[in-house]
Nanobody, 125 residues
């Protein structure tokens, strides 16, 4: 059972930068697809960024050019670099890891088996 722990959230002003981290309790020779999700008040959990097993990364259009997903060389920690944050970025942010190699939509929460407890990001104007 993989345990994921997020850190790095906080309260910031519009335009600020944050770096969220997601540490894994154990790392197998290969990790599954990794993702960052967020859930704002009254909203469904939405996928924000995906890191595929071949190293390819992708982010949703709403954060493109502002957010970056990455992983350290040891593959134990994943990051979400958030720049030029906006009030609409306010949400609880979760990291997740898939246990299966195939899924139809990697931005869907149903593709992921392991989840962290979340870290809150609040952006004020």
């Amino acid at each position: 059972q993989v345990q994921l722990v997020e850190a790095g959230g906080g309260s910031v002003e519009v335009g600020a930068s944050l770096r969220l981290s997601c540490a894994a309790s154990e790392v197998f020779p290969t990790r599954g697809v990794l993702g960052w999700f967020r859930q704002g008040p009254g909203n469904e959990r939405e996928g924000v960024a995906v890191l595929y097993t071949n190293g390819r990364v992708d982010v949703v259009d709403s954060v493109k050019g502002r957010f970056t997903i990455s992983q350290d060389n040891a593959k134990k920690t994943m990051y979400l670099e958030m720049n030029k944050v906006k009030p609409e970025d306010t949400a609880m942010y979760y990291c997740a890891e898939a246990s299966q190699p195939v899924c139809t939509n990697w931005y869907s929460a149903s593709c992921y088996a392991y989840w962290g407890q979340g870290t809150q990001v609040t952006v004020s104007s």
